[in-house]
């Protein structure tokens, strides 16, 4: 008995102790020009449905892998642990919102709706009371998400466990709610896989595009930091961190995608995240017809840039990994060099950014 009382004093103190320990990472991606960029994962499971982890944890874990942004988003339709956990589409948020705060982490409420091909999945966040959603007709759980000011999002849309040779397909039915505007947004990238098909049904149905982790189990078992296999992000261009300023920046499509080394979205938004990236120094000599600029990725971006045109002045490729320098030649009356960004995927042309850089001047030139 002594020993159960001095164990009920003891993990408790040790809880607190792990927690006042951790550690946050930084993940180093610059604001743009009137807007902060938030960092968020919008697409996470807890033991609420079929996740591994309480919702508490997912506050963690997000705040240590350096999110701004949370949304939990357990299944609807889906529910394998109920007979451990009361099923409670609410409760997740419930649990989880006092320690969001504490963290300065904004926790959003939200379902996934699950449902066969089609419609498939989709999430449904913002809500207000995410139980109202319990509907049969799948129109009607969209009517009352949409009711309730939800901002909706096709998941996963080639998911191979609906579409076997994982291509998205849009259905009649999508077609259907693109039109009505009831859908805002669709997933370019989930876990570990990401659609590039999906920047053609965005262009089409003016849909943002987004990036998730879709989280079960624990990140730090699914992403090393750092490496290709990063937690997907949606990096979102609020006016400032606060969930009026989220939710405005969401539904004006202020959003770019980040998974697997690549950047997905609106060249209005890739090309001031890219610049704000790209530190170009002055000249640091010039001999003869020739200078020798230093180029600076100061973003948790890998950035490959090569040439648009052959003929063009600069080296025909410069990889910039996250956090580097290089140091490029090129001839000395060139002020600025024109690269496409070939890890992006723009929404205007399905290709890469077209990026221009300046190279500041010198006395010298």
Known sequence: MKIRKLLLIIIPVLLLS?????????????????????????HTHTVFSDGLVWPTFRVNEAW??????????????????????????????????????????LLVQGVEIT??????????????????????????????????????????????????????????????WFGKGWVHGVEFGNGRTYYPEVIDIAREHNLAIL?????????????????????????????????????????????????????????????????ASLEVEPPNTVVGENKWVTIRNESAFLIHLEKDDDEAAGPNSIRLEPLTTVVVQIPRDVNSIRYNVVNTFTIETSGPLLLDLEIPKTLID
């Open 64 to 105: 240590r892998d350096g999110l701004d942004v949370l949304a939990l988003t357990d299944h609807l339709e889906y529910t394998p642990f109920s007979a451990d956990v009361k099923v409670d589409a609410a409760r997740p948020y419930e649990i989880a919102k006092t320690l969001a705060s504490r963290h300065g982490l």
């Open 211 to 275: 990036a998730n982790s879709d989280v079960h189990g624990t990140t730090a078992d699914s992403y090393t930091p750092g490496a290709v296999s990063h937690r997907p992000l949606t990096l979102i261009f609020s006016k400032e961190k606060s969930m009026t300023a989220l939710r405005e920046a969401m539904f004006e499509q202020r959003m770019v995608a980040w998974i697997q080394n690549i950047l997905a979205g609106s060249e209005q938004w890739l090309t001031p995240l890219l610049q």
């Open 115 to 176: 449902r066969g091909m089609p419609p498939g999945h989709l999430n449904a966040i913002f809500l207000e009371d995410p139980e109202k959603l319990r509907l049969d007709d799948v129109t009607e759980v969209m009517k009352e998400a949409l009711r309730q000011g939800a901002y909706i999002f096709w998941n996963h849309p080639g998911w191979r466990g609906q579409q076997p040779d994982g291509i998205t397909r849009v259905y009649d039915l999508h077609r259907e």
């Open 18 to 42: 792990l927690q006042a320990n951790a550690q946050r990472q930084v993940i180093q991606i610059p604001d743009i020009p009137g807007y902060i960029t938030l960092k968020g994962d919008l």
